[in-house]
């Protein structure tokens, strides 16, 4: 569905689209991609997405753009959650390493001093992935979370195995980044 250049898509007919494409997209799409369809600016798509996350509509805003998180359906995905340690230049070395072992690294967590547990999504299954969440990171001059916490941090991970799960760990730990 195209949009003309001058038709500004208003409201409730604008959340429909949205929640259309992005049932609809195998990847994600970006705040600017949806405000350029819809004729509005990025601002108005972050409030729009906010109010679809208010009537349960089970979006995720990650690295990338913004997923709908479809039912899995028969393949039930095994999920893990690792506790992992290394310096931020680290950080592509140990995304690499899950990713290639078939791992998807869904969110990124620490345990903040003042703050309690905070969580970010990553949601990277790729190298190409990867390489676009730290080309961001530098990008923006953004800090690793794992900076506020001397390097300790926990990954949620998932694979449609738990031998692919175990196999990446086993990389993990001889690589000196995985906390047992």
Not at 64 to 77: A, D, F, R, T
């Amino acid at each position: 569905m195209t949009m003309s250049q001058e038709k500004k898509i208003l409201g409730a007919e604008r959340r429909d689209l949205l929640l259309h494409w992005l049932q609809s997209e195998n990847k994600p799409l970006t705040g600017g991609e949806l405000a350029n369809r819809t004729n509005v600016s990025r601002q108005v798509i972050v409030q729009d997405i906010s109010l679809l996350k208010a009537k349960n509509e089970p979006i995720l805003a990650t690295s990338q753009g913004y997923v709908y998180l479809k039912p899995q359906g028969e393949q039930i995905k095994k999920e893990r959650i690792i506790v992992s340690y290394h310096a931020p230049h680290q950080t592509k070395e140990e995304l690499y390493i899950l990713v290639d072992h078939g791992v998807t690294v869904k969110d990124v967590k620490i345990e903040h001093p003042v703050y309690g547990d905070l969580n970010a999504s990553v949601m990277v299954s790729t190298r190409k992935e990867v390489d676009d969440f730290i080309k961001k990171i530098q990008q923006t001059k953004a800090s690793y979370l794992s900076q506020l916490t001397d390097g300790t941090h926990l990954h949620t991970i998932e694979a449609d195995t738990e031998e692919k799960l175990d196999t990446a760990c086993t990389a993990l730990k001889q690589a000196g980044m995985l906390i047992d």
